[in-house]
């Protein structure tokens, strides 16, 4: 048992430590965070740094060289993943494309469409994003009602789509959509990618309950009239949509992982310094209890990643214990963004003119989000109870039946 | 980086489980309770034909030498099992005191008698219904001869010796104390998991020997009691994880309106949040387990980590399977008294949740390690 490196991973991180210092500057921790930055600005800052670790060949070290990667280990991708996050570098608007889009066409894409698609992704020069959720179908994905219908060498597709994040900073998209109402749900689901800008598809931002549309991590409604889409562009064989969707989602659990923000740091340096009922925050009683818990949550959410690290540098698959990530994360994020703001008292929740939001005001804005995006708080806990539990699946009102046929409501 | 017990480790891991369970598991711990005993003799008899005592005590001295690895599997097997033998008292508090801050001659005569059980040994610290501190320590040493009066001391009938936590001329001392010898009274005390027995120790100039230096108790003990905590939180872990295996298994058997319970999110969720804080602690252990066998400065913290992790786990899992198991939970025919007791016991016997709390903030406090 011990937290060294291999003399190989110890190589391989400082000379990801090496490039990384020579490119980015450290975290600046407790910084204030500017929701209301400009998009245009956010997406060409992103893109530079995206292509600056592609030219390296940082930018997806996992995949093969020919996709524009180095061919890297799980292991090595991690260790980069934990350098990489030291720094304060432009993140997130990518994670959709390469953590779900990429994956899904690396397993079902030609080898053509793999040369034409995947190196621009990498490189940040197209974004992809994620058009499964539906007004009648988050949750239960597969109750998802867009049509395909096949015309020729086509699809023509119509339909809505609701929550795709980036859909208006997009270049493609993955879809999941019904080429067939009169087969059970999940039989009749097919999977295509489809250019963002083809005649038929209108985005129009949704305003978020942080008050903005259109802005960094925003979701849209997506709107589909007789959108055109080559046969060439569907993923799996027609009718299998929920499989390859599937595998979409299990990636997607893997790369939400941990929710980033105010963390138990920043908790415990808010309560050395600053003052409550006429003395410092660290005494009291409550506070030391919250912060007790909050660090045994993320030191457990640390070491979990560790044992998993642990299983794949041996080989071995991990267990499944990572499946508790986002659940707790996201809800410390929540818990602790509450704790700052209270700090405030009367004034906790006055946003400073200059500064913007503090970390802890974003944290407790972005954190509800979190506990419903790539899975609910009750779906992951259905998942965890079902598949790592093995209890029985809940009965479904919708076994079996044609998907015309499925009770619907709201 | 590796995170993760050795093949061997893991084997001895699996041997222990098999061997508690082949030893008749809970049915053992059932007996001590309903017999009213102080612990299970065939069964802590068989676990010194093992060895199990000595894993830690140098070869030199009759003991296997192995690491602080070796216990903490072992640990968390006897926390799935219940096991009603004083493992924890005599090995984790007592010799590893012996260990660490026994003189030669101490080593000499106690480390090869634990090995074969002649010697058994305590660790006697509260003296009333309230945590310790340096300050409110009354029992004293005068010269060698120690007075005053231990409470809720684990195993002392059984135990032929205990390390005391005394109040000394230069401040705490932990003082070893023979248990047989004059001035030493011992009565037992009820206690609400009847699995364990705890005694009173009342001693009037009883003959004891220094452990360590003088002066240096306080720190000695807190020492000791980080070490122990991880060990403790391991049995923890290992006894959440059975209360939550008992909870699955009834919870697919059971029917109520024509399902099986366990199909209802109510128990699905329930059980969901049981595996979280589990899985929770047990990485908090394995970093527990790292800074204790590679003696790092971090022990304070992990140690502190791993216990509340597992306290907090152990208690979780111990009351939501009486829950999950209806009006059958709340019966003594049931197991899951057994567990809901023992978490509880187990919660307290270094120090209450909210101590170590407290242990884990000031440590924090320091060390701000967390990234
Ligand atoms: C910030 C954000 C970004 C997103 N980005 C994308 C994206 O890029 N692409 C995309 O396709 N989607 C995206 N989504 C959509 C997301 O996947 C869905 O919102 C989510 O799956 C929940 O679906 P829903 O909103 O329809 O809620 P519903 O499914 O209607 O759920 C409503 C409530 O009912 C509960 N519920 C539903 N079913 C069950 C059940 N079986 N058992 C117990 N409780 C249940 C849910 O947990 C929830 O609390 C995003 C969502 C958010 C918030
Ligand atoms: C101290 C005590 C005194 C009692 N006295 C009496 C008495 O005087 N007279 C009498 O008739 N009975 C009495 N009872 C019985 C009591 O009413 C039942 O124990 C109780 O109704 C639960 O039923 P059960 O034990 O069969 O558990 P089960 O019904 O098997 O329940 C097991 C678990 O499954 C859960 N569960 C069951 N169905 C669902 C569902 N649909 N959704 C979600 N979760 C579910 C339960 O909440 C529980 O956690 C007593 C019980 C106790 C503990």
Same mark, same amino acid.
């Given at each position: ?410 | ?6 093949? $061997?480790?893991?084997?001895?891991? #699996? !041997? &222990? ?5 082949? @030893?008749? *598991?809970? %049915?053992?711990? =059932?007996?001590?309770? $309903?017999?009213?005993?102080?612990? #299970? !003799? &065939? ?5 010194? @034909?093992? *060895?199990? %005592?000595?894993? =830690? ?315």
């Amino acid at each position: 048992m011990d937290f060294n490196d291999t003399p190989d991973q110890a190589k391989f991180r400082a000379k990801c430590k090496e490039w990384l210092d020579s490119n980015a500057k450290l975290k600046d921790a407790g910084k204030r965070i500017n929701v209301e930055s400009n998009l245009e600005e956010l997406i060409a800052k992103a893109k530079v740094w995206q292509k600056k670790k592609y030219d390296a060949g940082w930018a997806m070290l996992h995949w093969p060289k020919e996709y524009g990667g180095i061919n890297a280990t799980p292991i090595e991708r991690i260790i980069w993943g934990q350098e990489e996050s030291k720094y304060d570098v432009p993140g997130s608007i990518f994670e959709i494309g390469l953590g779900m889009c990429g994956p899904v066409m690396m397993q079902y894409a030609s080898e053509e469409q793999k040369e034409r698609y995947l190196p621009p992704m990498a490189e940040g020069k197209e974004i992809w994003c994620q058009l499964f959720s539906e007004p009648s179908a988050g949750s239960d994905v597969a109750g998802l009602r867009s049509k395909a219908v096949k015309d020729g060498d086509e699809w023509v597709i119509n339909g809505q789509k609701v929550w795709t994040s980036g859909a208006h900073y997009s270049d493609y998209g993955i879809l999941v959509v019904r080429h067939d109402p009169d087969l059970e749900k999940h039989k009749g689901l097919t999977f295509f990618f489809v250019d963002m800008k083809s005649p038929g598809i209108t985005v129009k931002p949704i305003k978020q309950i942080t008050g903005t549309a259109g802005s960094g991590a925003g979701f849209n409604e997506v709107y589909f009239d007789d959108v055109r889409i080559p046969d060439s562009q569907r993923l799996g064989e027609i009718g299998d949509g929920w499989k390859v969707a599937i595998t979409t989602l299990m990636n997607e659990r893997l790369a939400v992982g941990d929710a980033k923000g105010a963390d138990v740091n920043e908790a415990l340096s808010l309560a050395k310094d600053k003052d409550d009922f006429g003395q410092l925050m660290i005494k009291n009683q409550a506070v030391r209890d919250k912060l007790a818990d909050w660090f045994c949550e993320a030191n457990g959410l640390k070491y979990t990643k560790f044992r998993t690290m642990s299983a794949l540098s041996k080989g071995e698959a991990p267990g499944p214990e990572a499946s508790i990530t986002k659940i707790v994360s996201a809800n410390k994020l929540q818990a602790i963004g509450n704790f700052g703001i209270d700090s405030g008292d009367m004034a906790g929740m006055l946003i400073d003119e200059e500064d913007g939001m503090s970390s802890f005001q974003a944290a407790w804005l972005g954190a509800p989000g979190l506990r419903i995006a790539g899975g609910t708080d009750e779906i992951l806990k259905n998942i965890i109870a079902e598949r790592v539990l093995g209890l029985p699946q809940d009965p479904r009102a919708d076994k079996g039946l044609p998907f015309k046929d499925i009770p619907s409501g709201k | 980086m590796n995170l993760d017990f050795s093949d $061997d480790q893991k084997f001895l891991q #699996d !041997e &222990a489980r098999k061997f508690f369970d082949k @030893e008749g *598991g809970l %049915t053992n711990t =059932r007996k001590v309770m $309903d017999e009213s005993l102080s612990h #299970d !003799e &065939a069964l802590w008899g068989k676990v010194l @034909e093992l *060895g199990w %005592t000595g894993i =830690r005590i140098p070869e030199e001295y009759g003991g296997l030498g192995l690491g602080h690895l070796e216990l903490c599997v072992i640990a968390e097997e006897i926390g799935r099992a219940l096991a009603p033998i004083p493992f924890s008292s005599s090995v984790y508090l007592f010799t590893e005191t012996i260990i660490k801050y026994g003189s030669e001659e101490i080593k000499k005569n106690v480390l090869p008698k634990l090995v074969t059980g002649e010697i058994v040994g305590t660790y006697a610290v509260a003296e009333d219904m309230s945590a310790i501190t340096e300050s409110t320590l009354s029992c004293a040493v005068e010269g060698d001869s120690v007075t005053g009066a231990k409470i809720a001391v684990p195993d002392a009938e059984l135990a032929t010796h205990a390390v005391v936590l005394v109040k000394g001329t230069k401040g705490p001392e932990l003082r070893l104390v023979d248990l047989n010898s004059d001035g030493v009274e011992i009565s037992l005390q009820k206690n609400l998991d009847k699995s364990r027995s705890f005694y009173k120790v009342a001693f009037n100039n009883a003959q004891s020997s220094l452990l360590g230096d003088q002066g240096s108790g306080w720190e000695s003990h807190v020492h000791i009691m980080d070490q122990a905590a991880v060990l403790f939180a391991f049995e923890q872990v290992g006894g959440s994880q059975q209360a939550l295996d008992m909870a699955k298994e009834y919870a697919m058997e059971r029917y109520a309106f024509g399902r099986q319970i366990g199909s209802y999110q109510a128990i699905k969720h329930k059980l969901a949040d049981m595996y979280v804080a589990v899985t929770l602690a047990k990485s908090n252990c394995y970093y527990g387990a790292w800074a204790l066998s590679s003696e790092s400065s971090e022990l304070p913290l992990a140690a502190a980590t791993s216990r509340v992790s597992a306290t907090k786990a152990f208690q979780l899992c111990a009351k939501e399977n009486i829950q999950t198991h209806g009006g059958n939970g709340f019966t003594w025919e049931y197991d899951c008294h057994l567990f809901y007791k023992r978490s509880k016991v187990l919660s307290l016997n270094l120090g209450s949740e909210a101590s170590w709390k407290e242990k884990l903030v000031s440590a924090m406090e320091k060390t701000n390690t967390l990234n």
